[in-house]
């Protein structure tokens, strides 16, 4: 059966040097399932993001992240990208916008680097999940289990490590999100 996500909001949260495809690849499939995403950044009108080994392309911001929130969507989307993730990390109006899906039983799908702003929101105190290899010890040091899978799910989070593994995130993030839906 063909999952429908008509009605559910997800939100995006990047800032400038975000893995580029690691936010369009999801974003592309949650819009094509009917979904309504809105990229949110803390800067006002456009957020670049990064490819591979240099700056990717420049990216509308639907809703500026003073202006976003948390309680208007049903999910989450973290992309990695370790630029885009430090900017975010150091901004206390980013941690709180995530802790609050965390507070709210929502889902959260984060990749890569993704998962490293769920430390300073500290939520991730008992939570199996996966990363890129690189920020193991500070998921683990902050009481995460963490596991090497390509996608790891655990109540309501999905994590995965790399761009290569971009198939089976997208396709676990819609299942969750999916039974966000229609819960």
């Given at each position: 059966?063909?999952?429908?996500?008509?009605?559910?909001?997800?939100?995006?949260?990047?800032?400038?040097?975000?893995?580029?495809?690691?936010?369009?690849?999801?974003?592309?499939?949650?819009?094509?399932?009917?979904?309504?995403?809105?990229?949110?950044?803390?800067?006002?009108?456009?957020?670049?993001?990064?490819?591979?080994?240099?700056?990717?392309?420049?990216?509308?911001?639907?809703?500026?992240?003073?202006?976003?929130?948390?309680?208007?969507?049903?999910?989450?989307?973290?992309?990695?990208g370790v630029l885009g993730?430090?900017?975010?990390?150091?901004?206390?109006?980013?941690?709180?916008?995530?802790?609050?899906?965390?507070?709210?039983?929502?889902?959260?799908?984060?990749?890569?680097?993704?998962?490293?702003?769920?430390?300073?929101?500290?939520?991730?105190?008992g939570r199996v999940l996966?990363?890129?290899?690189?920020?193991?010890?500070?998921?683990?040091?902050?009481?995460?289990?963490?596991?090497?899978?390509?996608v790891v799910t655990d109540?309501?989070?999905?994590?995965?490590?790399?761009?290569?593994?971009?198939?089976?995130?997208?396709?676990?993030?819609?299942?969750?999100?999916?039974?966000?839906?229609?819960?």
């Amino acid at each position: 059966m063909e999952q429908s996500l008509n009605s559910l909001k997800v939100a995006i949260l990047v800032a400038d040097g975000f893995e580029q495809v690691e936010m369009t690849c999801p974003r592309k499939v949650l819009n094509q399932k009917g979904a309504t995403t809105h990229l949110i950044s803390p800067n006002k009108n456009a957020v670049r993001g990064w490819s591979h080994l240099d700056w990717g392309e420049k990216h509308n911001v639907d809703v500026p992240l003073t202006l976003a929130r948390a309680d208007y969507y049903d999910a989450l989307l973290l992309p990695g990208g370790v630029l885009g993730l430090n900017a975010l990390r150091m901004n206390y109006r980013a941690v709180e916008f995530v802790k609050h899906f965390f507070t709210s039983g929502k889902p959260v799908a984060a990749i890569c680097h993704g998962p490293q702003i769920l430390i300073d929101a500290d939520v991730v105190l008992g939570r199996v999940l996966t990363s890129y290899a690189s920020i193991k010890n500070d998921l683990e040091n902050a009481g995460a289990r963490w596991v090497d899978q390509e996608v790891v799910t655990d109540n309501g989070l999905i994590t995965s490590r790399t761009t290569d593994d971009l198939s089976a995130f997208t396709n676990s993030m819609i299942k969750e999100f999916n039974m966000e839906l229609h819960h």
